[in-house]
T-cell receptor, first 113, second 113 residues
Framework: KAGVTQTPRYLIKTRGQQVTLSCSPISGHRSVSWYQQTPGQGLQFLFEYFSETQRNKGNFPGRFSGRQFSNSRSEMNVSTLELGDSALYLC????????????FGPGTRLTVL | QQQVKQSPQSLIVQKGGISIINCAYENTAFDYFPWYQQFPGKGPALLIAIRPDVSEKKEGRFTISFNKSAKQFSLHIMDSQPGDSATYFCAASDVGTASKLTFGTGTRLQVTL
């Protein structure tokens, strides 16, 4: 099976812009979670989608949003970018049951100038 | 509030030695404890995971030890190899929040020749 894929791998934006990141889960996986990784804050949970519904949400401002499509692919959007949004954004997929193994993609490196 | 505390922050081990990384958690609802390995430029990769109904789980050179009463768990890497040099993260989740993983701050392991 192919792993989790994320596009684009690298992105440079300026403050105030918005960005959309894409994630394709492992075939058959119905849950997609998003995490932000920074040197200062480590790995932090953003949100999780299961069957096109947001199931969990982390402590991030409303500028961070996401959605999931019927084929389980997911997108996350960040509006009005701030310098502090520079991070590696990771997507993870799982079969969706509680405590199931999560498999991470390579991430999208976002740089905000 | 950091719910999973990980130590040490960095670790240097000689080839063939044992690497030990420790984590402590606060939330007694946590019931799934995975360890992830991350190489530079890559997403975290699941190494091994344990649930609180067992005190130890071994997969190859990797062993998780779990102490429910102390709310602690640790990763032991036996016969450490230079290829094991990476950052290791412990994590935890509970059945109520399914795929939401709370991560430790990471341990950078260097295995020297």
């Amino acid at each position: 099976k192919a792993g989790v894929t994320q596009t684009p791998r690298y992105l440079i934006k300026t403050r105030g812009q918005q960005v959309t990141l894409s994630c394709s889960p492992i075939s058959g996986h119905r849950s997609v979670s998003w995490y932000q990784q920074t040197p200062g804050q480590g790995l932090q949970f953003l949100f999780e989608y299961f069957s096109e519904t947001q199931r969990n949400k982390g402590n991030f401002p409303g500028r961070f949003s996401g959605r999931q499509f019927s084929n389980s692919r997911s997108e996350m959007n960040v509006s009005t970018l701030e310098l502090g949004d520079s991070a590696l954004y990771l997507c993870a997929s799982s079969e969706g049951l509680a405590g199931n193994e999560q498999f991470f993609g390579p991430g999208t490196r976002l740089t905000v100038l | 509030q950091q719910q999973v505390k990980q130590s040490p922050q960095s670790l240097i081990v000689q080839k063939g030695g044992i690497s030990i990384i420790n984590c402590a958690y606060e939330n007694t609802a946590f019931d799934y404890f995975p360890w992830y390995q991350q190489f530079p430029g890559k997403g975290p990769a699941l190494l091994i995971a344990i649930r609180p109904d067992v005190s130890e789980k071994k997969e190859g050179r990797f062993t998780i030890s779990f102490n429910k009463s102390a709310k602690q768990f640790s990763l032991h890497i036996m016969d450490s190899q230079p290829g094991d040099s990476a950052t290791y993260f412990c994590a935890a989740s509970d059945v109520g929040t399914a795929s939401k993983l709370t991560f430790g701050t990471g341990t950078r392991l260097q295995v020297t020749l």
